[in-house]
């Protein structure tokens, strides 16, 4: 394992009232890929996430289902478990808000905060957005036409008697650390936002409520139950021990400490930006790397919504694995989806476009030809010849193949670090591109047919064999399957190494290996129709 500081990424905890839908897996997905990168090159990583199941929403729906708001909490929190084993996560952890681990130390940090002075009680007039259950200052709920940004309803007007986070008070900290670390919140376009709206300057916001009982109660105050924001937020630490530093799970996980990507949609990114890193300054925890915040997914153009029959759920996105395979799914989640701050549409025409494109033209094609020539001319068997000096194409000044793809593995490594996945994606199938290449350029099926021409033939192949295997593994964390696939095929693997840079250094496929026919993605006529 790598010397360097284990990594912590989290999802945002996903809120129990709401079913399973694409914008929860897609954001699990990309941390799923983020954590699987970091592990290949030697990293320890712990990757969190979980259901938020506490507040007036969950309470009000168990009581029309006539079931306890445990009872739903229990039964929509499966659902969500559901998906990590339908996209094959590696999570280290799934935290819910109702266990006594996160309730107890959520306690202590509230207490914590109360001593301070931080929290306290008071009343509170204002505008209220009931779906986001959030407060909006006057000047904000006039910019917003009195309509909540994310689902339009009307804003009511509150009066609330509860304690109060003094969020205020960390106006001028927040600035200037926002100001030292201009790569707090990504993209940029996102952090924009939050600095346009912190110029209106920061009211205090609320840490209880008493208009409902479904949460954790106010410690010496149980008549006040704390607000699911807060209790949510909190969710990062209590995972990792950090409300109670004397246990055995803070002793265990209190390492990973601070995350270095907080992933989240677009639509929570003021609890994140804002709220949470102020009462982590309160609480004296250092802080998050980056919270990035990903915008939403759309269908064909249109938002999506039940009651247009275009919304993403689970049984959607199960006939996509049924055609096209897991692996093909998260490759589109991953280089297609809303990371930036532009949303991304979903079609099935573009779907089929990109598989067929990316998967089945370039990738499988690239690896079931050259495993074939290597069958036909070499009985299946990695022949010995120098390719690291070689150069990739014919044209004049063209890199070796071994500077060439070292340097694509230290680009793609680069790419995935920095949260840049689609980039780190593109990067890795450079490579395949560059044996596409060579193939159509050099054609050793026809230098082949004379017996006087198989020494350069068998060079040709031999890169074009470490080409595909160098991709494979650049390519694991997004295709995890589908890579072993091809790695099996080519007599090798990825258990084990040290790092992906080890992995994927030039030069690892010797002579004497093995190298089957393999077609990891098989075309598929006609596009799924949702």
């Known amino acids: 394992m790598s010397s360097?500081?284990?990594?912590?990424?989290?999802?945002?905890?996903?809120?129990?009232?709401?079913?399973?839908?694409?914008?929860?897996?897609?954001?699990?997905?990309?941390?799923?890929?983020?954590?699987?990168?970091?592990?290949?090159?030697?990293?320890?990583?712990?990757f969190l996430t979980g259901t938020d199941e506490h507040g007036a929403k969950v309470e009000k729906s168990a009581k029309e289902r006539g079931v306890t708001p445990q009872a739903l909490a229990d039964e929509n929190s499966a659902e969500f478990r559901q998906v990590l084993a339908l996209f094959g996560l590696t999570n280290d952890d799934f935290i819910r808000t109702t266990e006594a681990r996160h309730e107890s130390q959520v306690k202590l940090?509230?207490?914590?905060?109360?001593?301070?002075?931080?929290?306290?009680?008071?009343?509170?007039?204002?505008?209220?957005?009931?779906?986001?259950?959030?407060?909006?200052?006057?000047?904000?709920?006039?910019?917003?036409?009195?309509?909540?940004?994310?689902?339009?309803?009307?804003?009511?007007?509150?009066?609330?008697?509860?304690?109060?986070?003094?969020?205020?008070?960390?106006?001028?900290?927040?600035?200037?650390?926002f100001a030292a670390n201009p790569q707090f919140v990504r993209p940029s376009g996102r952090f924009n936002e939050v600095l346009g709206r912190m110029r209106d300057g920061?009211?205090?916001?609320?840490?209880?409520?008493?208009?409902?009982?479904?949460?954790?109660?106010?410690?010496?105050?149980?008549?006040?139950?704390?607000?699911?924001?807060?209790?949510?937020l909190f969710n990062y630490a209590t995972a990792l021990g950090l409300g109670d530093s004397s246990s055995a799970l803070a002793k265990e996980r209190a390492k990973f400490w601070p995350p270095e990507y907080h992933v989240i949609g677009k639509e929570i990114l003021w609890f994140h930006a804002v709220i949470w890193p102020a009462m982590l300054m309160a609480l004296d925890l250092p802080m998050p790397k980056c919270v990035y915040a990903h915008s939403f997914w759309i269908s064909n153009g249109q938002k999506m919504s039940k009651s247009l029959g275009n919304f993403i759920d689970l049984p959607t996105i199960q006939s996509y694995f049924d055609t096209y395979g897991l692996d093909a799914w998260r490759w589109y989640m991953t280089t297609q989806g809303p990371i930036g701050t532009q949303d991304a549409d979903f079609s099935p025409k573009h779907f089929h476009e990109i598989y067929t494109a990316n998967l089945v033209n370039t990738f499988a094609n690239c690896a079931s030809r050259t495993s074939s020539m290597m069958e036909k001319y070499f009985a299946g068997v990695m022949p010995a010849a120098d390719t690291a000096s070689m150069p990739i194409s014919a044209v004049a000044g063209a890199p070796t193949w071994s500077v060439f793809a070292n340097a694509a593995v230290?680009?793609?490594?680069?790419?995935?670090?920095?949260?840049?996945?689609?980039?780190?994606?593109?990067?890795?199938?450079?490579?395949?591109?560059?044996?596409?290449?060579?193939?159509?350029?050099?054609?050793?099926?026809?230098?082949?047919?004379?017996?006087?021409?198989?020494?350069?033939v068998a060079r040709i192949l031999a890169a074009c064999a470490e080409g595909v295997r160098v991709a494979a593994v650049l390519l694991s964390p997004i295709m995890?399957?589908?890579?072993?696939?091809?790695?099996?095929?080519?007599?090798?693997?990825?258990?084990?190494?040290?790092?992906?840079?080890d992995a994927a250094h030039w030069g690892g496929l010797k002579a004497g290996t093995r190298v089957c026919k393999c077609a990891p993605f098989m075309r598929v006529d006609a596009p799924v129709i949702v």
């Open 410 to 456: 230290a680009k793609t490594l680069k790419h995935y670090a920095d949260f840049e996945l689609a980039e780190a994606g593109d990067c890795a199938l450079s490579i395949v591109r560059a044996v596409d290449a060579i193939i159509n350029e050099t054609q050793p099926f026809k230098l082949a047919k004379d017996p006087s021409k198989i020494d350069e």
């Open 480 to 501: 995890p399957n589908k890579c072993a696939e091809v790695l099996a095929a080519y007599g090798c693997s990825i258990d084990g190494v040290g790092s992906i840079t």
């Open 4 to 46: 360097r500081k284990p990594a912590y990424i989290t999802t945002p905890i996903y809120y129990v009232n709401d079913r399973p839908h694409i914008g929860h897996a897609y954001t699990t997905t990309l941390c799923d890929v983020w954590a699987r990168a970091m592990r290949l090159d030697g990293r320890e990583v712990f």
């Open 202 to 232: 920061l009211q205090d916001v609320p840490v209880t409520r008493t208009n409902f009982s479904w949460g954790i109660a106010m410690p010496g105050a149980p008549e006040h139950v704390i607000y699911v924001w807060i209790d949510a």
């Open 109 to 177: 940090f509230v207490e914590r905060l109360m001593k301070s002075g931080d929290i306290y009680l008071g009343e509170f007039e204002g505008w209220y957005d009931e779906g986001q259950e959030e407060y909006v200052t006057d000047t904000r709920a006039k910019e917003l036409e009195y309509k909540s940004p994310i689902s339009g309803r009307p804003l009511v007007r509150a009066k609330e008697h509860n304690y109060y986070f003094k969020l205020s008070a960390y106006q001028g900290k927040l600035e200037a650390f």
